[in-house]
């Protein structure tokens, strides 16, 4: 058999679903996104984020993951790049021009492609997706069945959907509370700050609180 067994698998969904509805950088991510300009940019984030997934899912299941584990440096190099770029997200919405459209004009006014681009590096980079297929997600894999890296990526494409779906409830929330929020003259005097000051926070946050979590592994 290629996969796990089926009582390991169901403990793997209940335990991820645990570990996805924890807010992390790619949620708050695309709560900012959906709240900005909607759900549907939200739902188009969505797709960059886990396009970004099935990367950590390949590189896992090809056995890099356990070359990146095993060197301080790739690991680091990771971690401050992903950090790095959060705080640049951030930066470049509080200090950049004004750009929160209508609901209707948002996903055109940001562009499909960038709202992919942006969603997908922010999940390559993001430690918490990395940590998990780095160290979590192997102890589900059960050697004595063989085909290691099958299972790796058959329980890889299960974490996919399941965030797929969790992150799309969350999108779908935020969308209509944006509604509300964008047509509230007091937030929009303080909006560039409510979305821009989380990502800076989370970048600090991954940069610095980060190397405990990495010498725990």
């Not at 509300?180 to 937030?187: D, E, I």
């Not at 926070?201 to 609180?209: E, I, K, M, N, P």
Request: proline share 3%.
């Amino acid at each position: 058999m290629i996969t796990p067994t089926l009582g390991n698998i169901w403990l793997f969904i209940g335990t991820s679903l645990a570990l996805l509805l924890i807010p992390g950088p790619a949620v708050l991510y695309i709560f900012a996104r959906s709240v900005e300009q909607g759900r549907l940019a939200g739902f188009v984030s969505i797709l960059g984020i886990h396009a970004a997934t099935l990367v950590h899912v390949i590189v896992a299941a090809l056995g890099l993951s356990a070359i990146l584990a095993s060197s301080a440096l790739a690991f680091s190099a990771v971690k401050y790049a992903g950090a790095a770029y959060l705080i640049w997200l951030g930066l470049r919405k509080i200090f950049g021009r004004n750009e929160l459209p209508d609901t209707e004009t948002g996903l055109k006014a940001f562009g499909v492609a960038r709202l992919l681009r942006d969603g997908f590096l922010v999940n390559l980079f993001n430690q918490k997706t990395a940590l998990f297929f780095l160290a979590f997600l192997p102890q589900f894999i059960e050697v004595d069945r063989g085909h290691a890296a099958m299972q790796i990526a058959f329980m890889g494409l299960i974490y996919t959907c399941l965030g797929i779906i969790t992150d799309g409830s969350y999108a779908f929330a935020a969308g209509i509370a944006g509604d509300w929020l964008r047509r509230n003259r007091r937030y929009l005097a303080v909006e560039r700050y409510i979305s821009g000051g989380p990502l800076i926070g989370l970048g600090l946050t991954a940069a610095f609180a980060g190397n405990r979590g990495s010498r725990q592994q």
